[in-house]
């Protein structure tokens, strides 16, 4: 059956999800804040419906939203500004987007969404992508049941694996773990997601950052106790093998990283609740100095 599903944010990720929705027979309307990226999406020959106002979203049933973690509030925002009042689906990366989207939206069925879906656009604007991984959604508030299972449905119609769960927090906090593992390693290597995996090195760095994670997971009441994240760990990297984390690719532009809402997250409820996590400490402490160097070095390098 043909839904109508509407995607705010054009980058990688939601260009991905807009195209595969698309292709599966639904109406899909892709908000992209970006003119250029407007104009490129618009030469392609598949593209869902390109809206430039947030307004072009009303009529979707289901919003997949894809937007930085840092532009949460921005987004929540034009969805309040356009009176839209779907349900919404974060997939977002990072911690605090759901009670930021609570706050804003609380007349919209609310969704939570991890994903190991990879996905980067190359100096081209090409999208590549890597969908062997999986995606779960929970509600945020136990009544929406049905809407996480109504996108894992959707996600499943478009060749994506997909399920549903009741767990939010236990689901955004596994993808914590190993986005606070793989995406500063992955950025700060220079190396796609698999490059970790086959470096021994580089492999034992992100384990520790995975435990560390795990740790503060099971401490704070969010992951089961005796949760081992190594299984996890590696499944992704092996299922976004040849794919280049956000974060790596946001550094490498001289662009601003989700590093505070990713390790910072982690850092700062280690904090809270006693658990030390040096290895994400310190991991921390160099992506905040790569992240500066790159910053003011982009700007050099595009006036060359």
């Known amino acids: 059956m043909a839904e109508t599903i509407g995607v705010l944010g054009a980058g990688a990720l939601g260009t991905l999800l807009a195209t595969r929705l698309d292709r ?5 309307f892709l908000y992209a804040r970006n003119p250029a990226r407007r ?5 392609e020959a598949s593209a869902p419906r390109i809206e430039d106002r947030p307004e072009g979203l009303k009529p979707a049933t289901l919003i997949f939203l894809c937007v930085k973690s840092y532009d949460t509030a921005t987004a929540a925002r034009s969805i309040t500004g356009a009176g839209i009042t779907s349900a919404i689906c974060s997939l977002q990366n990072g911690w605090g987007n759901m009670e930021i989207l609570e706050a804003a939206l609380p007349r919209s069925p609310l969704i939570a969404g991890a994903t190991s879906l990879g996905a980067y656009l190359d100096e081209t604007g090409a999208l590549h992508a890597s969908t062997r991984g999986a995606t779960r959604f929970a509600p945020w508030r136990s009544t929406e049941f049905r809407w996480a299972e109504y996108a894992a449905t959707l996600f499943e119609g ?8 009741r767990d939010a927090n236990g689901t955004l906090w596994r993808k914590l773990v190993v986005n606070a593992a793989v995406n500063p390693i992955s950025a700060l290597s220079g190396r796609p997601n698999g490059a970790i995996l086959e470096s021994g090195p ?3 760095i992100a384990e520790a950052a995975a435990r560390e994670a795990a740790r503060v997971g099971v401490r704070a009441g969010y ?15 092996e ?17 601003r990283t989700e590093a505070d809402a990713i390790i910072g997250a982690v850092v700062r409820a ?10 994400l400490e310190g991991i921390r402490a160099l992506i905040l100095a790569a992240e500066s160097n790159a910053a003011e070095v982009a700007p050099h390098l595009k006036h060359r």
């Open 202 to 204: 580089l492999l034992r």
């Open 24 to 28: 599966a027979g639904h109406t899909v």
């Open 39 to 43: 104009e490129a999406l618009s030469q």
């Open 158 to 165: 478009a060749d994506l694996k997909a399920d549903a769960s």
């Open 270 to 279: 280690g904090r809270q609740i006693g658990e030390p996590v040096p290895v």
């Open 223 to 237: 992951l089961e106790g005796g949760f081992d994240p190594i299984p996890l760990l590696k499944a992704v990297l």
């Open 239 to 255: 299922d976004t093998h040849e794919n280049r984390s956000s974060m790596a690719e946001d550094l490498a532009h001289g662009r």
